[in-house]
């Protein structure tokens, strides 16, 4: 069973991992840590019309949650909040509850679902969308701000 948690593709993932390091100057930053086993991501995003447009991470995790980390960063750029929130959910739904993999632009997680076997690994596998979850809901926030207070002048 481990073969399966581990396998070749998940590796490869591992060692390619896109959009690592941070961005210059993001609209906001979220940083998330599996208490559990320490797996710790900071990730930076640039939010425009409410899509990403820029994206970088910071990841020291275990390879599952480089894993996800590295489909979630191939994946994002153009993605809105709620595609990223629904891949979250259907992630954690795959994990947890036997739900249906992810669908759309992160479908390449259902890679993934044989850590639903190992609960222990559910944090870590999910704390890159977490952290992108909450990072887009920040810079929404603060462009929707922004927005409305240079419209009241």
Do not use: W
């Not at 679902?113 to 992108?132: G, I, M, N």
């Amino acid at each position: 069973m481990i073969d399966d948690l581990y396998s070749a593709k998940i590796l490869t993932l591992v060692a390619n991992m896109p959009r690592a390091g941070r961005l210059a100057a993001p609209d906001a930053t979220s940083e998330k840590t599996a208490k559990l086993c320490g797996s710790r991501i900071v990730v930076d995003v640039t939010i425009q019309d409410g899509q990403v447009v820029d994206y970088a991470q910071d990841v020291s995790a275990c390879a599952l949650g480089q894993a996800a980390a590295a489909i979630l960063g191939a994946n994002v750029i153009g993605a809105e909040l709620s595609e990223i929130e629904l891949a979250r959910d259907s992630l954690a739904a795959m994990l947890k509850s036997n739900g249906s993999p992810p669908a759309g632009r992160f479908a390449e997680l259902a890679v993934l679902e044989p850590v639903k076997d190992y609960p222990a690994r559910h944090a870590s596998t999910l704390l890159a969308f977490d952290a992108t979850v909450e990072a887009v809901r920040k810079a929404t926030a603060r462009s929707e701000t922004r927005t409305s207070t240079a419209g009241a002048a």
